[in-house]
């Protein structure tokens, strides 16, 4: 499998949920907000957005509605069987789907154009992104 065709798809750790998408990725970013932290269970959380109208889902997932700085919605997808983080759904960005880059089925390569709430970066890490913002919109 090369890793265009591995990047159009990818899904959950039980295989319950997957998806694909078409086209390319519009952006790689790094999320430092505390949000993406606790539902990561790390120290940030890397996305990379499609066009919602690109992507496509098989399995259903839970949705955990939560709020970004903006008090807009953040709808956060998981598998109900094995937990892991799918995707979200940003009020504030509402033509995309934000893809949690681990469940890609193959993420070699990706590098992130953008780190976002980089005012709640681990003082330990480097900076993973030329293009750095201390907050978000979203």
Request: with cysteine; hydrophobic share 35%.
């Amino acid at each position: 499998m090369s890793e265009d065709t591995a990047r159009k798809g990818g899904g959950c750790l039980c295989g319950q949920v997957r998806y694909s998408y078409s086209g390319e990725l519009l952006l790689t970013a790094v999320c430092h907000c505390r949000h993406c932290q606790k539902q990561s269970g790390s120290a940030f959380s890397v996305v990379c957005a499609v066009p919602a109208s690109a992507f496509e889902q098989t399995g259903t997932t839970h949705v955990f509605e939560d709020r970004g700085d903006s008090g807009k919605a953040v709808a956060r997808h998981f598998c109900p069987d094995c937990g892991s983080p799918i995707l979200s759904i940003a009020e504030a960005l509402p033509d995309l789907t934000l893809i949690k880059a681990g469940t890609l089925d193959g993420f070699a390569g990706l590098t992130p154009s953008a780190e976002v709430y980089c005012d709640s970066a681990q003082s330990w890490l480097p900076a993973l992104a030329e293009t750095r913002f201390p907050r978000s919109n979203i």
